[in-house]
C-alpha cells in the first residue's frame, strides 16, 4: 500500500514538467487577464479592486452589445452559408484522378493566404475607383461603395469570408465523403432512392463528425474574426462592421483600459465556449436519441 | 419474380487489354436459387455488376423474363443487392429501413401496406423484437438480417443478389444466417444469386451452381453434378477438401486404359478422395505407395484416415477406413473415375 503511494507520487514528478508548460504559456496569462478584470488600474503602482464592477458594465453597454449582435449575425451568416457551399463543392467534384489533384490544390489555396493579404486583397479588389470587382459593378450600374454603404461593407466581408473558408468546409466534408463505401450508393440506388434521400440518409449522417468539426471551427474564427475585417473595413462605415475584437482591441491595445477590457475577454472567451459546448452537446445527444 | 437471361455477354473493362468476362450464356430460373462459385478475380463480381446494372456489358443482351434490361439503369430492374457488409442506413430505426424501399420513387403502397410489409417481412426473418431499435444499435448479425429483409421488402422485387453475405458474419452463426437465407428463399420463392467463393455455402444453398474461372463458366448443374462429374479440371480441383485427384492415363494398367478410352479418349483421369478404395495390389489395379497418413476421425467404429499415396510421379488421397503403414503398396480401387482432355485444362495451372 505504501508502496503504492510512493510510485503514485513519482508520476507526479513525470507531469510536472507539462504542467509548468501549461502554467507558464496557458493558466497564468488567462489568470492575469482574470485578475486584470477585477481591478480599475489607473498605472503600473496604482490600482483598485472593484469586483464585478467592469462586467456589469461590460454586459449593459450598448456599443458591447450592438458589437456582440453584429457579432452573431455574422457568424450566423457564415455558416448558413459556407457549411452549405462547401457540401455542395465537395459532393461536386471529381474522387480521382488529375482532376481531382489540381482541384484539391486550387481549393487549398485560399487557405494558405495570411489574413492580412486576403484583407489587403479584398480590400484593392472591392474599391470602386480601382478594384475589379467594384468598377465592374459600378460599370454594370450598380452604386457599389462598400467605404460609405454598410450592406455593400456587411456583403464584401461576408463574400472575403466566403472566399477565404469556404474551401475548409469543402475540402473536410471532400475526405469524409470518400469514406463513405460505394456498396451505401449502390444499395441506396437499387432502392430507388432520389438524390436528396442519398443525401440525407447515406451520406449525411457519415458525414456527421466532419461536419461538426467544420461547424465548430468556422463558429469559432468567425467569432473571432480580427485582421481582415480591421484591413478591409477598420469596422466602418461607422461602427457597421465592428466586431468583437476589433471593439476589444481598441480598448484594450487603443486605450488602455486594461480592466474593463479584461472583463471583455473573460466574457468573450466564455461566450465562445458556451456556444461551441451547446452545440456540440446538442449534436451528440441528437445521436444518443436516434 | 423474374427469370434471368445472359444472352452471349462479355465485358471488357476501359483500358484493359484482356476481357474480364469472355462471352458467358446463362439462363436462371424463376423462383430458382442460384449460385456463382469463383475463387476471387475469376469475374464473380463484374458479373453481379452487370446484373445489378452498375456496369453495362461490352457485348451481349440481359434479359429479365424476357425483357430486354441491357440498357436500364439498376434502380429499374427490380433488384436489390445484399453486401458482404451490412449496408443500412444508419440513422434510421430497423423499421424504417425495411420501410425504406417501398417509400422511394413515389411508391404507390399506402401506410397500411407498407407497415404490413415489413411486418411480414420482419416476422419471416425473426426480427420483429427489434423494429423500433436504432439500425446502429444491433449485431452485425442482426444488421445483415435487416439488410436481407430490406433486399426482400419490394413485392415487385425480381432478383436478389447476395455478394458474399456471410463474410461479415461469426462463423459460429454464419449456418444460422445460412439457414434463414435458405427457408426465406423457399418460403418467398424469390430469385436468388448467391455469389460466393466458399464451396461450402454455393453448394448448401443453390439448387444450381455455376463455377466462373478466368472469366468463363465453367460448368453450370446441380451441386450432386458439378460435386461428382466436373466438365473440367479446374471443377474438380476447386470442389471438394481436399479436391479431386487427377492422374496422367499411362499410369494406370492397360486393362482400366482400354476401359477409360472407350468413354471418349481422356487424357487424365480424375477421381475424389472419398470415392475410392485401397485393397491389396493387383494388376487389374491402380497402384500407388502410401507416403502419408492423417487420421480424420471414426465412421462406424472404424478408423478414417486421409492417405497420401504416390502413383507414378504423382501424389493423390484417398480416404479410406482400410489400415496400411507408410511404405505399403497399395491398389485403388476407382468407383467413379471422371475422363478429362488435356485440352481443356483451365485455371492457375494451365496456360490460361
Known sequence: MAQDKAQDNRAWLGVLPVMLIVAFSGVIPLMTVVNYSVQDILDFNTRFFVGFEWYRETLTDPRFIDAFLRQLGFSAAVLAIEIPLGIVIARGMPTQGLRASLLLVLLATPLLIPWNVVGTIWQIYARSDIGLLGVTLNEMGFAFNYTAEPLHAWLTLLAMDIWHWTSLVALLVFAGLTSVPAACYQAAELDGASKWQVFRHVELPRLKGVLVIAVLLRLMDSFMIYTEPFVLTGGGPGNTTTFLSQYLATMAVGQFDLGPAAAFSVIYFLFILLFSWLFYTSVMRSEEDS | ?352
Open chain 2, 1 to 352: 419474380m423474374a427469370g434471368i437471361r445472359l444472352h452471349e455477354i462479355s465485358f471488357t473493362y476501359e483500358g484493359a487489354r484482356e476481357p474480364t468476362l469472355l462471352p458467358i450464356s446463362l439462363d436462371i430460373n424463376d423462383g430458382e436459387a442460384f449460385s456463382l462459385l469463383g475463387a476471387s478475380g475469376a469475374g464473380k463480381t463484374t458479373l453481379l455488376n452487370l446484373l445489378s446494372g452498375i456496369l453495362r456489358p461490352t457485348k451481349g443482351r440481359v434479359f429479365f423474363d424476357d425483357v430486354d434490361v441491357t440498357e436500364l439503369p439498376g434502380r429499374d430492374r427490380h433488384l436489390a443487392q445484399v453486401f458482404q457488409f451490412p449496408v443500412l442506413y444508419q440513422s434510421m430505426s430497423v423499421a424504417q429501413n425495411l420501410a425504406f424501399p417501398l417509400t422511394t420513387r413515389g411508391a404507390s403502397l399506402s401506410r397500411a401496406d407498407i407497415l404490413e410489409r415489413v411486418s411480414t417481412i420482419a416476422r419471416e426473418l425473426e426480427i420483429e423484437s427489434i423494429l423500433k431499435r436504432s439500425a446502429n444499435a444491433i449485431s452485425l448479425f442482426e444488421k445483415q438480417l435487416v439488410a436481407i429483409g430490406r433486399a426482400l421488402v419490394r413485392p415487385d422485387v425480381s432478383l436478389v443478389l447476395l455478394d458474399e453475405p456471410l463474410t461479415a458474419v461469426e462463423p459460429s452463426i454464419k449456418w444460422r444466417l445460412r439457414q434463414t437465407l435458405k427457408r426465406v428463399q423457399e418460403e418467398l420463392g424469390v430469385t436468388m444469386i448467391y455469389v460466393t467463393h466458399d464451396q461450402t455455402e454455393a453448394l448448401t444453398f443453390a439448387e444450381r451452381v455455376s463455377v466462373l474461372a478466368d472469366g468463363q463458366i465453367l460448368q453450370t448443374g446441380t451441386p450432386q453434378a458439378v460435386y461428382q462429374n466436373p466438365a473440367h479440371q479446374f471443377v474438380g480441383h476447386f470442389l471438394g477438401s481436399p479436391g479431386m485427384n487427377f492422374l496422367p492415363l499411362d499410369v494406370f494398367p492397360r486393362s482400366l486404359q482400354r476401359t477409360f478410352a472407350m468413354d471418349g479418349d481422356p487424357d487424365v483421369i480424375g477421381f475424389r478422395p472419398e470415392s475410392a478404395q485401397l485393397t491389396a495390389p493387383s494388376a487389374q489395379l491402380l497402384v500407388g505407395m502410401v507416403d502419408s497418413q492423417r487420421i480424420l476421425g471414426t465412421a462406424q467404429g472404424r478408423v478414417v484416415s486421409m492417405y497420401g499415396l504416390r502413383c507414378g510421379n504423382a501424389q493423390v488421397f484417398v480416404r479410406s477406413p482400410a489400415s496400411f503403414a507408410c511404405g505399403d503398396e497399395v491398389g485403388i480401387a476407382l468407383n467413379h473415375p471422371v475422363g478429362f482432355r488435356e485440352a481443356l485444362r483451365v485455371g492457375g495451372d494451365g496456360p490460361g
